[in-house]
């Protein structure tokens, strides 16, 4: 059974960080892309960042500079690190197996002061 946990979400102030892992399971990890995305509340879901095989990444224009994806296929997780956390962040951050659609139960993340 695939499986994706995501977890290290939390309450930061304006400017703080985070940083999201997502173990995944029940599939062979480094044989596929996965995806951050994001819900913030009332609205649709938003791709944040992409990270393929070979470990090339993808930045959505709104968090490029800001966070970086990451994978360590030894340890079947994905890495989201997020610095100069802006309100605007505030959303649930699913990760997605980009294959199958398939992603988490979501990691709350609350940038406010």
């Known amino acids: 059974e695939v499986q994706l946990v995501e977890s290290g979400g939390g309450l930061v102030q304006p400017g703080g960080s985070l940083r999201l892992s997502c173990a995944a399971s029940?599939?062979?990890?480094?044989?596929?892309?996965m995806s951050w995305v994001r819900q913030a509340p009332g609205k649709g879901l938003e791709w944040v960042s992409v990270i393929n095989r070979a470990g090339s990444t993808w930045l959505s224009d709104s968090v490029k500079g800001r966070f970086i994806i990451s994978r360590d296929n030894a340890k079947n997780t994905l890495y989201l690190q997020m610095n100069s956390l802006k309100p605007e962040d505030t959303a649930v951050y699913y990760c997605?197996?980009?294959?199958?659609?398939?992603r988490g139960q979501g990691t709350q993340v609350t940038v406010s002061s």
């Open positions: 029940g599939f062979t990890f480094d044989a596929y892309a």
């Open positions: 997605v197996l980009i294959e199958t659609s398939l």
